[in-house]
Structures are given as structure tokens and as C-alpha cells.
């Protein structure tokens, strides 16, 4: 079973940040958050993932609690193009991991 | 680089029928995972190969098996096919532990499987 719980759908203003949230109250120390999304009929694509610290890139943000037990990732400024389900797991980062996908939420970008 | 490439990308089969269906990783990738992802649910790992052996196994029966080539590309054969096994099939590739980004799955674009 999916270690993680998302909301099953989200809406979002073109432009405005899309904030998605994750709980993930049993994850161990050794396992890290990462985030994936999935276009239409498209494989899964990376995002961001992380420890513990707040992570950037150029697609999104992670932001941790410091408990760990929950997460939000952030699109800045959502386009329609990031209208996708989106995928919050956690796993451990080295070795035979095997990732386990939960329902994710169905994010709706709207114009 | 073209990334993580799978073949074909749509296929129909009768019940009772095998498939094949194959995956070549993303370059400098060496461990191959493949995933079942039905219709309007997430993906479910189904195995993953790393030196040409099976390392994990999802809840998947042994009508499922893989095979690793020493060029790291992967293939997944299903027996017996079932109407139930009508999916997307998914395979991803991950580099060695060392990469800068080397325990990030990358994804093929699947290949369509439909049972009739």
C-alpha cells in the first residue's frame, strides 16, 4: 500500500500558485519525498524530491514540515500544461527501491 | 539522449495469448523497473531487474517474468493473458547510486496493452 495520502483533486487559476499538499505520517528516517507527475496517457515525470530541507528547482518547490509527516509541493505560477496528476512518495533513496504510487491528485488548471 | 524507450506502444492480444513487450533504458541507466498502471489508477511496480536478475517483485503472478540483456535493456512477458491485464505498461530506468541524480527514475511513455 501507498505510504501517502493526497487529496483526489485540486483546481487551480492560470498564473496563481498550485499548492499541493501530502501526508505521510509513517515515513522512516531514511526515506526521502518525491514528487512525480503524470500528463495524459504520458509515463510519470520527475519533479523534486527531498529529505528534510525545503528544496527548489525550476519546475517546483518542497516544502517539508519539520516533523516530516507531511508535505506541499508548489508550482509558482501554474500553466495550463501542468494540468497532470500528480504522485507524493516516499522511499528510500539508494539501492533496489521500488516505487509505490498512491491514487495522486488530479490537478485542474484553469484559464 | 532519447531517454527511456519502449516497444511497441500499442498492442491487442486475445485472451490466452503471451506478449513481449520492451524497454531500453535511459543511457549510463543500469536498473530497469516495469509498472502496470490501469485505467484511472496509479501505477503498480511489478519487478525490477539490476545485472540481469530480478532484485524486487511486486504482487504480481509468475505469469509475469522478466529478462535483463547485458546491455541493461529489459523486456516483460505476460502469459496466459487475462482481460484484467489490459493496462499501460510502464518502464523506468535508474542510474547508478554515485550520478549527481542517480536514484531518479526516469520513465518510458508506455506501451498500451489491450486484452480482447
Known amino acids: 500500500d501507498a505510504k501517502t495520502t493526497q487529496p483526489p483533486s485540486m483546481d487551480c487559476a492560470e498564473g496563481r500558485a498550485a499548492n499541493l499538499p501530502c501526508n505521510h505520517s509513517?515515513?522512516?528516517?531514511?526515506?526521502?519525498v518525491y514528487w512525480y507527475r503524470q500528463i495524459h496517457s504520458q509515463g510519470p515525470q520527475y519533479i523534486i524530491h527531498?529529505?528534510?530541507n525545503n528544496e527548489t528547482n525550476e519546475m517546483a518547490s518542497l516544502i517539508i514540515t519539520e516533523d516530516r509527516k507531511s508535505s506541499t509541493l508548489i508550482l509558482p505560477h501554474a500553466t495550463l500544461r501542468d494540468t497532470a496528476v500528480y504522485y507524493c512518495?516516499?522511499?528510500?533513496?539508494?539501492?533496489?527501491?521500488?516505487?509505490?504510487f498512491g491514487a495522486g491528485t488530479r490537478l485542474f488548471v484553469k484559464a | 539522449d532519447a531517454g527511456v524507450t519502449q516497444s511497441p506502444t500499442h498492442l491487442i492480444k486475445t485472451r490466452g495469448q503471451q506478449v513481449t513487450l520492451r524497454c531500453s533504458p535511459k543511457s549510463g541507466h543500469d536498473t530497469v523497473s516495469w509498472y502496470q498502471q490501469a485505467l484511472g489508477q496509479g501505477p503498480q511496480f511489478i519487478f525490477q531487474?539490476?545485472?540481469?536478475?530480478?532484485?524486487q517483485r511486486g504482487n504480481f503472478p509468475d505469469r509475469f517474468s522478466g529478462h535483463q540483456f547485458p546491455n541493461y535493456s529489459s523486456e516483460l512477458n505476460v502469459n496466459a493473458l487475462l482481460l484484467g491485464d489490459s493496462a499501460l505498461y510502464l518502464c523506468?530506468?535508474?542510474?547508478?547510486?554515485?550520478?549527481?541524480?542517480?536514484?531518479?527514475?526516469?520513465f518510458g511513455p508506455g506501451t498500451r496493452l489491450t486484452v480482447l
Open positions: 509513517t515515513i522512516s528516517g531514511n526515506e526521502y
Open positions: 531487474y539490476y545485472e540481469e536478475e530480478e532484485r
Open positions: 527531498g529529505l528534510k
Open positions: 523506468a530506468s535508474q542510474g547508478p547510486s554515485q550520478l549527481p541524480i542517480g536514484n531518479e527514475q526516469f
Open positions: 512518495i516516499v522511499r528510500v533513496h539508494t539501492g533496489g527501491f521500488k516505487t509505490i
